[in-house]
């Protein structure tokens, strides 16, 4: 295999360039996982995807957030209206034009929301946060997870009358997102702000706008979407407004338009050359090999959050087990997991290299820094160009049994070390390059890997764009909770968990 062959820079990314010259897949397997995906009809459904059909067959509705990304001449009229207000909106925010009951101004943000209406704005403002030189205009927070301890941490930080609250939930049912929308709604009554104007601190994002305006919150303060859009699909939609606000509507716009390059390559690109298809193929060949996990290391702090992100892309999109004919699928993703940089080099990475288990890896690194430490950037880049490498190539026996030898060390040590001292090597990665971090590769990454699920959607014959397995512990929390609340009530509570209820009552 020529390595070129397998590294591309398409021009229209502005120099993003993904290697895959270290995938442990030979041509022929390649050509039979692209004969699968056209076998499995992809390019009709790939079409079916971008011209807004129903593809999203359990829901019944369209999965059409590519079209949240076209220029807004090619939205259509209601989508344009939606992102028009959103950016609008930020701009008054950021120009100080628009401030808070009593004049004051913003100068910290309080995001609430969890799954996908937390993980892509909080992806992105953390990452672009530390590209920007000058200080940020506000101070972001995020709140996804129903738990005090981090209301409070963010409560002890902020003053009630500069903050402002995004409440963003497509459905505006989710009960962790209501429930501490209302508590920092109580937070700014204890503060002694009047309820209308407590009201007039939260942003509503909602595809429920008849549930905002339920709730109390204010028309000009409600940013809504279509319900097309999926959670994990949404932060192209208004969903992207946190990252306006923070990074400017620039950042936002030049990530969507990235995004917008990368569907117009998905949309054309010969299937052998087309990024998102060759990601999901050598997805599927790991998986023949019975590579179950992929992991995501990101040598870039600003990218910590990437790991997050997939996961729930991936897991949420492709963690099924029924095909669209109610069939069993043919298969179901990997679980996607990740760490950062050098760090998980000292945790997860000794599993990578000698356990049982062979898992590929998503690299990520940045050519330049936003920073001036020229050496740590020096050793990031090394580390993570090491590790790719000793991955792949491990070391044998007798090329360790050598190594120890040179050390100078007595034969029967170099007996008893050798075995634990060598690397079976054979671990598949894919390095994606990035000139520098800025919001235009970032929109780029998202969106690949959005269609790389999809493309292995279409392989394993499921719908990438429902989520009915997060339901039924859903139905169970709301049983046990009011059981919390109502010692007399059972309903719902098998004898495992009136046991541990018992318990925590002792408490
Ligand atoms: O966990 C299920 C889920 O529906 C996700 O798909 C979604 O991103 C998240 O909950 C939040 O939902 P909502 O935006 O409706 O509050």
Redesign the pocket.
């Known amino acids: 295999m020529v390595i070129e062959e397998r590294i591309f820079e398409p021009p229209t990314l502005k120099g993003l360039r993904i290697d895959f010259s270290r995938q442990v897949v030979s041509s022929d397997e390649l050509s039979v996982q692209i004969n699968r995906l056209k076998a499995a009809q992809l390019a009709d459904r790939r079409d079916a995807l971008f011209a807004g059909e129903k593809v999203n067959v359990t829901e019944s509705r369209s999965a059409w957030h590519t079209v949240l990304r076209k220029p807004a001449e090619l939205q259509p009229p209601n989508v344009a209206a939606d992102m028009l207000k959103a950016k609008s909106l930020a701009n008054e925010f950021r120009s100080k034009k628009r401030l808070l009951p009593g004049n004051k101004a913003v100068k910290d943000v309080v995001i609430l929301?969890?799954?996908?209406?937390?993980?892509g704005p909080q992806l992105m403002i953390s990452a672009l946060e530390m590209t920007q030189t000058d200080t940020p205009l506000f101070r972001c927070h995020y709140i996804g997870n129903v738990d005090g301890h981090a209301l409070d941490a963010v409560f002890a930080v902020c003053q009630p009358e500069h903050t402002l609250f995004v409440f963003?939930?497509?459905?505006?049912?989710?009960i962790?997102?209501q429930m501490n929308a209302n508590h920092c709604l109580a937070w700014l009554a204890k503060s002694a702000i009047a309820p209308a104007s407590a009201k007039a601190q939260f942003i509503a994002i909602?595809?429920?706008r008849a549930a905002a305006v339920a709730w109390g919150a204010q028309t000009d303060l409600t940013l809504g979407f279509e319900d097309w859009v999926?959670?994990?699909y949404?932060v192209w939609s208004s969903?992207g407004f946190p990252v306006m606000l923070a990074c400017g509507v620039d950042a936002f716009e030049a990530a969507s338009y990235a995004a917008h390059m990368v569907d117009q390559h998905f949309a054309v690109e010969p299937l052998d050359r087309n990024l998102p298809v060759l990601m999901a193929c050598y997805e599927l060949a790991a998986m023949n090999r019975g590579e179950n996990a992929r992991c995501v290391a990101t040598y870039d702090e600003r990218l910590a959050k990437l790991p997050d992100y997939l996961q729930?892309l991936e897991m949420?999109s492709l963690g099924k087990r029924v095909s669209l004919n109610g069939q069993p699928a043919h298969a179901a993703g990997p679980l996607v997991w990740g760490t950062v940089g050098t760090t998980g080099q000292h945790s997860v990475f000794q599993w990578l290299h000698q356990g049982l288990q062979k898992t590929p890896i998503d690299f990520f690194v940045c050519a330049k820094p936003d920073h001036a430490h020229s050496s740590l950037h020096r050793s990031m880049l090394a580390n993570c160009l090491a590790q790719a490498q000793a991955l792949f190539h491990g070391r044998g026996l007798n090329e360790t049994i050598a190594v120890l030898k040179s050390q100078g060390l007595p034969d029967v040590e170099v007996e008893r070390l050798a075995p634990h001292m060598t690397f079976a090597g054979g671990r598949s990665s894919t390095l994606f390059m990035l000139p520098r971090l800025n919001a235009f590769y970032l929109g780029a990454i998202l969106a690949l890997y959005e269609h790389k699920v999809f493309v292995l959607s279409v392989a394993f014959g499921s719908n990438a764009f429902d989520?009915y397995g997060?339901e039924l512990g859903k139905i169970a929390a709301k049983l046990i909770d009011s059981a919390i609340e109502n010692p007399n009530q059972t309903t719902g509570l098998d004898e495992h968990t009136a046991a541990q209820l018992a318990w925590l009552r002792r408490q």
Do not use: M, P
């Open positions: 929301g969890i799954g996908g209406s937390l993980l963003v939930s497509k459905s505006f049912t989710t962790e997102t909602t595809a429920n999926g959670g994990r949404s969903v729930q949420e989520q997060v």
